[in-house]
């Protein structure tokens, strides 16, 4: 059974940095592409970004690029996501995901594994 867990979401002002954390486990983990979505109050589920199960391919919504980064310990089967110049508009519930496929996950509606998230605020 695939069990993804998040860490590393708070409280920050705006302008500053957090980075979250994916611990994953019950997967072959360098075989799948991992995600964030996120989940503002009364608000559906979007996608923020994607990296390849290598690592080499990333995709973000626009409204994060420049700020965000994705990236990936295969080693450590761990994904992260930098977040900086947080604003905010960027609270949310972070919720992880796994799929094995790496495509346009913006209008992906089955990914196979999520995580029970971890809650970002951004205070003005």
């Known amino acids: 059974q695939v069990h993804l867990v998040e860490s590393g979401g708070g409280l920050v002002q705006a302008g500053g940095s957090l980075r979250l954390s994916c611990a994953a486990s019950?997967?072959?983990?360098?075989?799948?592409?991992m995600g964030w979505f996120r989940q503002a109050p009364g608000k559906d589920r979007n996608f923020v970004a994607v990296?390849?199960?290598?690592?080499?391919?990333?995709f973000y919504v626009d409204s994060v690029l420049g700020r965000f980064t994705i990236s990936r310990d295969n080693a450590k089967n761990t994904v992260y996501l930098q977040m900086n110049s947080l604003k905010p508009g960027d609270t949310a519930v972070y919720y992880c995901?796994?799929?094995?496929?790496?495509?346009?996950?913006?209008?992906?509606?089955?990914?196979?594994?999520w995580g029970q998230g971890t809650q970002v605020t951004v205070s003005s």
């Open positions: 995901a796994a799929d094995p496929r790496f495509t346009d996950w913006r209008v992906l509606p089955d990914i196979s594994s």
């Open positions: 019950g997967l072959t983990f360098s075989g799948y592409a």
């Open positions: 990296i390849s199960a290598s690592g080499g391919r990333t």
